[in-house]
């Protein structure tokens, strides 16, 4: 590096890493570190939680709210990627539903903090992107130097979108772009980068979209693009109940539902008339902002 006092102060801070803008051999690159220990920190945190789901799952009273009490008086619904997990005041129930959790949550956590994957996954990304002519000229992807327990990428000038008035003067094409930009992720190559804020995004000079972080990526089937063109379809056409049986296909409500009437006359109209309030031409702003 041409000058290492660069490495003083971060430009960029996360609770697993820092970033520094420094100057490799006459170019400007970004470098990524991690936190030392942070991975055995992580793993052993997640551990120690599970093991004391795993017992509070076979004691007959009271554990889980000793240990979690904002837990204690909590019932309802947990959203967690494809999966729905409903949460009961039962100890016993929620003992175990924290240690499906964790189990569930905790493969994909550790990945991210593999700066080999995240390059990987970056490299990947950016391949996707060169190869579809819908998106190439509108989306950047870092070049990686180098990787191990440090990234060493190419670095992108531009304002984040978390700066103040980064996407003011432009907002449309900005929206624009961020939207154009997922629906090809999610529609047309499949790969779908899965840390959308707006401190991961770049607008830069020449106006593309830089994009930023790529530790959380996500496989979207096949299968899975044809259903929500379905709901698209099913949706533009006014057919709830059809809008409702691709939401079941893609997993945002579960199988069973499916064949429980009783339900189904309960959640059709209340989907029907938010979706319409949502999707239709000339629906009520103030009934959107509630919603």
Request: glycine share 6%; with cysteine.
């Amino acid at each position: 590096f041409d000058d290492l006092s660069v490495f003083e102060k971060p430009i960029a801070s996360a609770s697993v890493g820092q970033v520094y803008k420094a100057e490799l051999y006459g170019k400007t690159v970004a470098v990524k570190v991690q936190r030392p220990d942070v991975r055995d920190q992580s793993t052993l945190d997640l551990y120690v939680i599970r093991t004391a789901g795993s017992i509070g799952s076979l004691l007959p009273w009271p554990f889980l709210p000793l240990c979690f009490p904002t837990l204690s008086d909590f019932s309802g619904v947990v959203q967690i990627g494809a999966q729905t997990y409903p949460f009961q005041r039962s100890t016993a129930r929620q003992s175990k539903q924290l240690v499906e959790l964790i189990d569930l949550t905790a493969p994909t956590f550790i990945q991210e903090l593999d700066y080999e994957v995240e390059a990987e996954n970056q490299r990947r990304f950016a391949k996707t992107v060169e190869d579809c002519e819908l998106i190439k000229d509108a989306v950047a992807v870092p070049d990686i130097v180098f990787a191990n327990r440090r990234i060493l990428q190419e670095w992108l000038d531009g304002k984040k979108l978390t700066e103040p008035g980064a996407a003011q003067e432009q907002a449309g094409r900005v929206v624009k772009l961020l939207l154009n930009s997922y629906m090809v992720q999610f529609l047309e190559t499949g790969y779908l980068h899965g840390d959308p804020h707006p401190g991961n995004f770049i607008l830069m000079g020449d106006g593309r979209l830089g994009i930023l972080d790529y530790g959380l990526m996500t496989e979207i089937s096949g299968e899975k693009r044809l259903a929500f063109i379905e709901f698209l379809m099913h949706l533009q056409a006014k057919e709830y109940k059809s809008c409702l049986n691709d939401l079941i296909n893609l997993e945002f409500f579960p199988p069973a539902l499916a064949a429980d009437k009783e339900a189904l006359d309960i959640i059709v109209p209340t989907l029907a008339n938010t979706l319409s309030t949502l999707y239709e031409e000339g629906g009520d702003l103030k009934k959107k902002r509630e919603l």
